[in-house]
């Protein structure tokens, strides 16, 4: 199966599963319940499982899941994990790990954990930098993760600095 093949199976998935699960809020949005997050979480990760062959690549999307409906802790544990496995097969100088980076300071801004996101952003940013790979879609998330940062560490010029980097790469 191809890797838009997997992506839309794993969103018919997810909408499926929270479709099948949902509740009506009082202000009239669908919402699912906390215990529906843990079986959706399971559910999809079990899918990921039994579509994607590389184990590196099924921490990944166990991380991704698990964001997507919340699970920031759990998303944790599964984007250190698949950073562990990238630098044991790939090596900190590699995009696999850069990658892995990416994820867990993304994951660590959810948690709220900045110092150590800034830190990982900053990592990644050093091996696209040196690779002259600053089209990458990892910068990008990088750049605005950090401007989102600074700015609810109230240091607007930072923020906007990130920002305008971003901008910048855009146009």
Same mark, same amino acid.
């Given at each position: 199966?191809?890797t838009?093949?997997i992506?839309?199976?794993l969103?018919? /998935?997810?909408?499926?599963?929270?479709?099948?699960t @949902?509740?009506? %809020?009082?202000?009239?949005?669908?919402?699912?319940?906390?215990?529906? &997050?843990?079986?959706v979480? $399971?559910?999809? =990760?079990?899918?990921?499982n039994?579509y994607?062959d590389?184990?590196? %690549?099924?921490?990944? /999307? !166990? /991380?991704?899941? /698990?964001? %997507?409906?919340?699970?920031?802790?759990?998303?944790?544990r599964? $984007? =250190?994990?698949?950073? @562990?496995?990238?630098?044991?097969?790939?090596? =900190?100088?590699s995009?696999?790990?850069?990658? !892995?980076?990416?994820?867990?300071?993304?994951?660590?801004?959810?948690?709220?954990?900045?110092?150590k $996101?800034?830190?990982?952003?900053?990592?990644?940013?050093?091996? +696209?930098?040196? =690779?002259?790979?600053?089209? &990458?879609?990892?910068?990008?998330?990088? +750049?605005? &993760?950090?401007?989102?940062?600074?700015?609810?560490?109230g240091?607007?010029?930072?923020?906007?600095?990130? %920002? &305008?980097?971003?901008?910048?790469?855009?146009s």
């Amino acid at each position: 199966m191809s890797t838009k093949g997997i992506l839309q199976t794993l969103m018919l /998935a997810i909408l499926a599963c929270l479709a099948a699960t @949902a509740q009506t %809020s009082s202000d009239g949005y669908i919402v699912p319940t906390r215990e529906d &997050n843990d079986s959706v979480a $399971a559910s999809l =990760e079990r899918l990921a499982n039994a579509y994607i062959d590389d184990v590196n %690549s099924q921490y990944k /999307a !166990g /991380a991704y899941l /698990a964001d %997507s409906v919340g699970k920031y802790k759990i998303a944790l544990r599964y $984007a =250190e994990h698949g950073l @562990a496995l990238a630098r044991e097969q790939f090596g =900190e100088y590699s995009q696999p790990f850069a990658r !892995g980076l990416v994820l867990v300071a993304r994951v660590n801004t959810r948690l709220e954990h900045f110092d150590k $996101a800034l830190e990982l952003f900053n990592k990644a940013l050093d091996y +696209y930098q040196k =690779e002259a790979d600053l089209e &990458n879609f990892d910068v990008s998330t990088a +750049y605005m &993760n950090m401007g989102f940062i600074y700015s609810a560490l109230g240091d607007n010029d930072k923020a906007l600095d990130f %920002s &305008n980097k971003e901008i910048g790469r855009a146009s």
